[in-house]
């Protein structure tokens, strides 16, 4: 065998086998695109088809300006139904909020644990690695509890949406402070200690220095935070009481009925809720694996 | 990992009380710096882990919810009653009145759950970074942006997506089956109910694991993978090509390269991803809850699922808490071992 043919063939090899990985990545999200492009709108969708025929975006219209007619205060009246704005903009106080908490809050914590050395570090590292063992459902009864013993403005806190905030923070505050302080600690100190000869406060040189270079790091707990806050359900489904305080991710649950699912319908917001998760995914991407700095327990 | 030790500077011993003093000094400005980052992580993170454990310890019940930490007149009447270690022994020895339940068979389900996915994760993560790294390969680009879509994509809808395609009469799979048949002229079953089947697939030591555990496998597969490929491409990209040289010409053989060459290299990179992997496919709520919400008879059930019926639908706080309690300890087990084991090997290493 010459070499040419040698090197065809492993092409050959290789991109049979890519393509294979491919089509099964593409499949399940082909199916929802197609399903969502229906026109017929379909309920009960029983042929596979890639393109359907017409497609158009009646699906779309519907979750997007339609009322949810499962969710209503008064499933009487159609006008006290959620639509779609109600339900983004619950969603968007609950993912903007759990982000904020957690930047700041593991920012400050992060570069504290990276930098002083001071009594009672090793054991509060420890405390959060060990943390992060528990995902936040586990911390579910404790948070009921709790959130339901605080009143604000007549109701409790469970209900509410900063209590939810508040309960996806507990989860995944542990996780933030881990990945920032590990990502710190691989920021040269010279750089801190060159800002500080030159007369900047220890403040400036974390706000200047530190903050700049750790765009990786922080874009990951971004991301990671607001994808908690747009997609989590158990928890929202379980203290919640209120439709008009229902999330996005709450509705896509909704509409997979036990008989009746409004195939076009669920695929749309399927979609709609994916969207905006993908872009700023792949907006951060190339901070993704630098900005995880696993296993920064040393130091 | 890319740490930078530091290393204190030699000082003169000033004797052990000003060095204490100082010690104190720095620490106070540390602690300020660390004060509103500690109070809100004391409230909102380790408040509820304690209260969690302290709940363990008790039969709390639905109508302990009107038990108030902050209002004195509700402690008396609506605390609830001690019980010591009580919810723990009855979770250990399958004791709670709920139907299917079985500790032994759900650890022993959610260590076997763990194990196969983060084997097929790492496996094919690998394989997958290999191939894409290939000298000349064409549609590189394309297939790497293509590759990270179920990563990019959210658990939680990919989870409800994944139970559509299972529909036993409008999922995508058993239509898939139907194509397939039609082209092929194969006979698979094409109403196959996935989540009902009781009769195991796979007989022998492998029995204990119904259709349903391959479905959410291959869903969890899906959607693990591309984190692995995406660490291990990262890992590859770092080894220096001389070194493949150096051996090419020594004669090794790919295999050889494989495993004394790249292997070894990427390891340090795949061992932290691999433990949180580990940690993420042991808590995997989104995937089974809701695509084979633990059918047939709870056998797909794993822990983390099963705490939360325990609030959510047996309402019993005090059983839930101690339930998770007990995973943590699990996982805080294991991750203790791994690291003990992973650290021996490194020393081997070098």
């Known amino acids: 065998m010459s070499k040419r043919t040698k090197a065809i063939l492993r092409q050959l090899a290789l991109q049979i086998f890519l393509l294979s990985v491919l089509v099964t990545v593409l499949f399940p999200i082909l199916w929802v695109l197609s399903l969502a ?134 989860g995944f505050l542990p996780f933030a402070v881990w990945t920032l302080k590990g990502y710190f600690d691989t920021i040269p100190r010279e750089l801190e200690e060159a800002a500080l000869i030159d007369g900047a406060s220890t403040f400036q040189t974390f706000t200047k220095v530190v903050l700049p270079l750790s765009v990786p790091a922080l874009a990951v707990t971004v991301l990671n935070s607001f994808m908690t806050g747009w997609t989590e359900f158990i928890l929202a489904w379980s203290f919640l009481e209120k439709p008009t305080r229902f999330t996005l991710a709450m509705a896509l649950r909704a509409m997979q009925g036990q008989f009746a699912t409004p195939w076009s319908e669920f695929a749309a917001m399927s979609v709609v809720m994916t969207v905006p998760v993908m872009i700023l995914f792949f907006a951060l991407q190339r901070y993704l694996v630098s900005g995880l700095t696993l296993g920064g327990v040393k130091g | 990992m890319a740490t930078t030790e530091m290393t204190a500077p030699p000082q003169v011993q000033p004797g052990h009380w000003a060095q204490l003093r100082k010690r104190l000094r720095a620490s106070r400005t540390a602690w300020l710096y660390i004060l509103p980052a500690g109070v809100a992580m004391l409230l909102v993170t380790l408040f509820p882990y304690i209260y969690q454990i302290w ?42 009145a709920i139907e299917n339940y079985d500790f032994q068979r759900l650890l022993a389900f959610n260590v076997t759950w763990t194990v196969s996915n983060v084997f097929f994760h790492v496996a094919l993560g690998i394989a997958i970074a290999l191939a894409l790294n290939a000298k000349d390969l064409i549609g590189r680009r394309v297939y790497r942006s293509l590759f990270i879509l179920p990563w990019a994509m959210p658990a939680y809808v990919v989870a409800l997506t994944w139970r559509n395609m299972y529909d036993d009469r409008f999922g995508a799979i058993n239509q898939l089956l139907a194509v397939i048949n039609r082209t ?34 291959l869903a969890n597969v899906w959607l693990g993978w591309p984190f692995m490929s995406v660490v291990a491409t990262g890992a590859l990209q770092c080894i220096p090509p001389e070194l493949y040289e150096a051996a090419s010409i020594d004669g090794a053989t790919g295999w050889q390269k494989l495993w004394k060459i790249t292997i070894p290299l990427i390891r340090p990179a795949m061992v932290p991803a691999i433990m949180l992997g580990t940690i993420w496919t042991f808590n995997q709520f989104n995937v089974i809850f809701f695509i084979s919400e633990g059918n047939p008879f709870g056998r797909t059930e794993i822990l983390i699922t099963q705490a939360y019926k325990l609030v959510a639908e047996q309402r019993l706080y005090g059983v839930a808490a101690a339930f998770s309690i007990i995973v943590f300890l699990i996982l805080l087990g294991f991750t203790m071992l791994q690291n003990r084991l992973t650290r021996a090997t490194e020393a081997y290493y070098e």
């Open chain 2, 184 to 217: 092929f002229g194969t006979s698979f079953p094409t109403s196959t109910r996935w989540f009902v089947v009781t009769q195991p697939p796979i007989g022998g030591l492998l029995s204990f694991l119904p259709l349903a555990f391959y479905c959410v496998l």
């Open chain 1, 37 to 170: 492009l229906d026109p017929r709108d379909i309920d009960k969708p029983l042929k596979l088809t890639l393109i359907p025929p017409g497609a158009s975006l009646k699906a779309f219209q519907k979750i997007l300006f339609g009322p949810f007619k499962l969710l209503c205060t008064n499933p009487a009246d159609e006008s006290t139904c959620m639509r779609f704005a109600d339900l983004l903009k619950n969603s968007l106080i609950v993912a903007l909020g759990t982000s904020l908490l957690a930047v700041i809050t593991g920012t400050s914590a992060g570069y504290a644990f990276s930098r002083f050395r001071f009594i009672g570090r090793q054991v509060g590292m420890l405390g959060f690695i060990v943390l992060i063992m528990l995902p936040t459902t586990g911390l579910l009864a404790p948070l009921y509890v709790l959130l339901s013993q605080i009143k604000v403005g007549g109701e409790t806190l469970r209900t509410q949406l900063p209590g939810l905030v508040l309960a996806y923070s507990s």
């Open chain 2, 55 to 96: 709940m363990s310890l008790f039969d709390y019940r639905v109508r302990n919810l009107r038990f108030n930490l902050l209002d004195s007149a509700t402690w008396a009447k609506y605390a609830p009653p001690f019980i010591g270690l009580d919810n723990y022994i009855k979770i250990l020895n399958s004791q709670l």
